[in-house]
């Protein structure tokens, strides 16, 4: 079993639609990031959190240290939200452990 | 500041020859990471630096690599006798503190023929 679990792997959504993507871990954590990965490869940090909830945009991040789980949603989802959507882990040595992503399209 | 910068962008290889990439950090981040992403899979942890130091290497990291630091600004990342599984994007990342978050660079994407 990995230590970051992701779900789904896969996500299709009409432009507008509210969407969710799950993440879970199974180790002991000091914060977990959200991040946007687009074809190509670029990687960019959406969110950094450790506890409650953030907001950026049509984006938000919640995180349940006590359940080990964190949800990413994007309101109001457009076509430019298509990218793969990746859950990291902070552990021991500050290296983060990756979930497998979640490839999101949205279909205008 | 750009952000962090990784060159060459892309690599073709011959299998059995040896390949070398670079990172430059974002200006007094001192803490410098390295990542290898295969196709359609979340990136992997190979090793990070403070400053100079390399603090950590995973065990993904063979004898083939080798990665430095040596003024604790830009970092190489060395892979020897390169072999077809080496082939994947290879990712740096830097961050200004310990527990700081990490910024990535464009990714090396290495293919080894």
């Known amino acids: 079993k990995n230590e970051v679990e992701q779900s789904p792997q896969n996500l299709t959504a009409q432009e507008g639609e509210f969407i969710t993507i799950n993440c879970s871990y199974s180790?002991?954590?000091?914060?977990l990031h959200w991040l946007q990965q687009h074809p190509g490869g670029g990687i960019v940090s959406l969110f950094m959190l450790s506890s409650g909830k953030k907001k950026h945009g049509r984006l938000i991040a919640t995180i349940n240290i006590q359940e080990k789980h964190s949800s990413l949603h994007i309101t109001a989802s457009h076509p430019r939200d298509s990218a793969v959507y990746i859950c990291?882990?902070?552990?021991?040595?500050?290296?983060?452990?990756f979930g497998g992503g979640t490839r999101v399209l949205v279909k205008p | 500041d750009t952000g962090v910068s990784q060159d060459p962008r892309h690599k073709i290889t011959k299998r059995g020859q040896n390949v070398t990439f670079r990172c430059d950090p974002i200006?007094?981040?001192?803490?410098l990471y390295w990542y290898r992403q295969t196709l359609g899979q979340g990136p992997e942890f190979l090793t990070y630096?403070?400053?100079?130091?390399?603090?950590?290497k995973s065990r993904l990291l063979s004898d083939r690599f080798s990665a430095e630091r040596p003024k604790g600004s830009f970092s190489t990342l060395e892979i020897q006798r390169t072999e077809q599984g080496d082939s994947a994007m290879y990712l740096c990342?830097?961050?200004?503190?310990?527990?700081?978050?990490?910024?990535f660079g464009p990714g090396t994407r290495l293919t080894v023929t």
């Open positions: 990342a830097s961050s200004s503190w310990a527990l700081g978050e990490q910024y």
């Open positions: 200006s007094e981040h001192n803490r």
């Open positions: 630096f403070q400053n100079e130091a390399q603090l950590e």
């Open positions: 180790v002991g954590i000091s914060a």
């Open positions: 990291a882990v902070k552990g021991a040595g500050n290296k983060l452990t």
